[in-house]
């Protein structure tokens, strides 16, 4: 059932594709998790957000048409000085066609190196915005700029499009022209993605995505993708699943108070939430009430931050075991990670801790400012 809605193989079991509640994976996940917690008395778990906030929130601007791009750099500009640092999506198109005109023209780059002078994070957001990425042939691997010169026709017909060549010539613009940028996540214009995707994005470069409606994956958690979006091989990439889309109404004020309020279904236990933001001044308006809103129960930050907290965690190991009569908890954490929060099993509490750096405990729950190698936790009993 999960592997169903991670690789998008089931057959519409979702209501609507983002923008609402409908946490299927999450409820079995969460069954689990409370079978485990009540059985074990060696119960422990990794917290799924920084620092053991209730909910991870990322921001994201998608810039994939003209007047997106014009007025991203003074959206930039207030979200910095409103202490917000989001994501921009950028669309790298260079070749005029029937869809739309080009976004990477000197002035554009210029827009670009302005959002990333602000500490906003930089991202790709294909080079054509075809809706037809996910019928695109397979490509070499060698497409490069110039050579590569997708046409967009009409919105089902495009010319010499590739999924390599989507992904490796806008990765490779990016990071050309915006000193310092690394790109490390994707994100489809539409929607929807090749079965070839999980390998493409690793095999181009890629760790991160965030390409899939939230609801038509059936969880508002990330997930690591499968070879093929099939069964059997887990790739080195992992999706975080789309949760309010720009794109759906309503496109006014009142978009605020339904965030608002996924949001905090969403943080009941743990969840992320991956939103679009429009960069005019509704979009503003809807940022900034949303961040006041949920604030003092979220961790708020990048695409990137947040990606590369998730792939590190996904490799921290717990292990209890029983030395000289007393429990003890071994933590392998092979990167080093900011805001690991560790929760301990039921009825006990450290007696010491050793390896972590800094750290502060609540009870069982114990959070590591910046955490790497081996730690070991004594428990009470």
């Known amino acids: 059932m999960i592997l169903k809605g991670h690789n998008i193989r089931h057959e519409d079991y979702n209501r609507a594709p983002a923008n609402s509640f409908e946490p299927t994976l999450d409820v079995l996940l969460r069954l689990i998790k409370n ?50 640092r989001s994501t921009y ?17 000197n002035d554009d780059i210029n827009k670009l190196k302005q959002i990333a002078g602000t500490g906003m994070d930089i991202q790709s957001n294909t080079v054509s915005g075809s809706p037809l990425f996910d019928q ?47 790109t490390s996540a994707f994100r489809s214009t539409y929607s929807y993605v090749p079965f070839t995707y999980p390998q493409s994005l ?23 993708m499968n070879f093929n979006r099939e069964y059997d091989s887990e790739i080195e990439a992992f999706e975080f699943p789309v949760t309010d889309d720009d794109e759906m109404p309503p496109f006014d004020l009142s ?49 990137r931050d947040f990606g590369l907290w998730w792939a590190a965690r996904n490799e921290v190991t717990i292990d209890i075991s029983s030395v000289g009569g007393s429990r003890v908890v071994n933590i392998s954490v092979p990167k080093r990670m900011e805001g690991l929060a560790i929760m301990l099993p039921l009825r006990s509490t450290p007696v010491s ?29």
């Not at 397979?138 to 026709?153: K, R, S």
């Not at 108070?257 to 679009?276: D, P």
Request: charged residues 20%.
């Open 255 to 303: 978009r605020k108070n339904s965030a608002i309020k996924l949001a905090k279904k969403i943080a009941t236990y743990g969840g992320c939430f991956i939103g679009q933001v429009h960069p005019n001044e509704i979009g503003w308006q809807i940022e900034k009430d949303f961040v006041k809103a949920i604030k003092d129960i979220a961790w708020i930050g990048t695409f």
């Open 202 to 224: 690793a095999a181009s470069g890629y760790r991160f995505s965030s390409s899939v409606p939230a609801n038509l994956a059936l969880t508002h958690l990330p997930f690591q």
């Open 353 to 381: 801790i050793e390896g972590g750096g800094k750290y502060s405990v609540d009870g069982k729950l114990v959070i590591f400012e910046l955490a790497e190698g081996d730690i070991r936790i004594v428990l009470n009993n």
């Open 35 to 84: 079978i485990y917690i009540a059985s074990s008395r060696d119960a422990a778990y990794i917290c799924t957000v920084p620092y053991n906030k209730d909910l991870s929130v990322c921001i994201t601007h998608n810039i994939n048409f003209n007047k997106a791009l014009a007025q991203a750099p003074e959206f930039a500009k207030k979200e910095k000085e409103a202490g917000i």
């Open 89 to 105: 999506f950028i669309q790298t198109k260079y070749i005029r066609d029937r869809h739309n005109g080009i976004l990477f023209s």
């Open 136 to 182: 695109f042939d397979q490509g070499t691997g060698d497409e490069v700029y110039p050579d590569y010169q997708p046409y967009v026709m009409a919105f089902n017909k495009t010319y010499h499009g590739t999924i390599f060549g989507e992904m490796r010539v806008s990765r490779y613009l990016l990071d050309h022209f915006i000193p310092g940028n690394n």
